[in-house]
């Protein structure tokens, strides 16, 4: 549960900015969002795969 003190005589907009940069560091919605679409863990590893791949043709041609 995010709570946020609020001090006496504090905008309320100024409180509400705070609450959302809290719940935005706890990942929620990422993780929503990732939970929505199910991959397969063949898919996961397959883009993973491709990710090294390219990260490594990268490196080979900056040599």
Do not use: C, D, H
């Not at 003190?5 to 560091?25: H, Q, T, Y």
């Not at 491709?50 to 900056?62: G, L, P, T, W």
């Amino acid at each position: 549960m995010i709570i946020v003190p609020v001090k006496e005589g504090e905008n309320i907009e100024r409180a509400l900015k705070k609450f959302k940069r809290k719940f935005e560091k706890t990942g929620v919605i990422k993780e929503l969002r990732i939970r929505q679409a199910f991959k397969k863990p063949s898919e996961e590893r397959r883009e993973v795969v491709k990710r090294a791949i390219y990260v490594q043709q990268m490196q080979q041609s900056e040599e």
